[in-house]
């Protein structure tokens, strides 16, 4: 993508995401107290979603989605011949079919598909909760076709005709989000696991905890004694791995964090 072109998709998509608001912010414990009720209020699951690699066994992965036989042929080249692993598809319809999250990759798609176009597309795995990065293949300065694809999701657009650099730097770059997020997403649900092994008294001292109110207050606030409350933080520390009061902080809040956000955690 040109500089020149760069800088216009920049003018016209510079509202499509508000700034996200990270884990690591500084604010205080009143301030934090709503979502630490929201996060520990609701249903945590014992079990969360696999995320194991969908039965690949040969590193990140390139979807390549294009109808044209040529352009799909000559993008495996390329890919390849840099040591990617690439699967071509030669539309939409044909990858959601054969689609199974879970494997570190990212997606090289036209923006002219016939039948689902390669925004609908990223609509749909939007919907269906995949965050599989994705970079949009669009003819030259199409700046309305690379706003809806960047408004959809892409993380990048590449102008026809492509070139080998450009391309082998976008497809790194959308795979190492990939990974990034992939790491993040099992943490979460990993801090998941744990959060779900408390019981629901346990989740209740633990809200109390983690907003900084002392075992004398909460004992007072819910009728029991000092000791009881001891014994359930004790427990609660044990159950969620936490050597600290920082790591359980952070565990509550690992589960809030936005995958795409991938600085959030680290």
């Known amino acids: 993508m040109s500089d020149e072109y760069r800088s216009q998709l920049r003018q016209n998509s510079h509202e499509l995401a508000p700034d996200a608001v990270g884990v690591q912010a500084v604010v205080g414990l009143v301030e934090l107290k709503p979502t630490i009720q929201r996060v520990l209020s ?3 699951p014992s079990q969360t979603l696999d995320v194991r690699d969908s039965g690949s066994t040969y590193g990140p992965i390139v979807f390549v989605v294009d109808d044209d036989a040529h352009v799909r042929d000559a993008l495996r080249q390329m890919l390849e011949n840099e040591g990617r692993s690439v699967r ?10 054969a689609y ?21 597309l990223l609509g749909r795995l939007a919907n269906a909760g995949h965050r599989l990065p994705a970079v949009m293949i669009t003819g030259g300065s199409d ?3 690379a706003v809806r694809a960047m408004k959809s999701g ?13 391309l082998i730097r976008c497809v790194d770059q959308a795979l190492r989000r990939a990974d990034s997020t992939r790491e993040l997403t099992n943490k979460i ?5 744990r ?5 629901q008294r346990e989740r209740q001292i633990l809200e109390r905890i983690v907003a900084g109110d002392p075992n004398k207050n909460i004992a007072a606030d819910l009728g029991l004694s000092q000791r ?3 014994n359930h933080r004790a427990s609660i520390m044990k159950k969620t791995g936490s050597k600290t009061l920082p790591a359980l902080i952070w565990l509550v809040f690992a589960t809030t964090a936005d995958p795409d956000e991938t600085d959030g955690l680290r």
């Not at 494997?103 to 039948?115: E, K, S």
């Open 42 to 44: 609701r249903q945590i």
């Open 88 to 97: 071509t598809y030669d539309s939409g319809e044909a990858f959601l079919a």
């Open 100 to 120: 199974r999250a879970g494997a570190t990759a990212c997606l090289l798609i036209d923006a002219y598909l016939p039948g689902m176009s390669g925004t609908d």
């Open 143 to 145: 700046i309305q076709t």
């Open 154 to 166: 892409a993380m990048d657009v590449i102008e026809k005709p492509v070139g080998r650099d450009e």
């Open 189 to 193: 649900a990993n801090a998941l696991r």
């Open 195 to 199: 959060l779900g092994h408390l019981t």
């Open 228 to 230: 009881t409350v001891e």
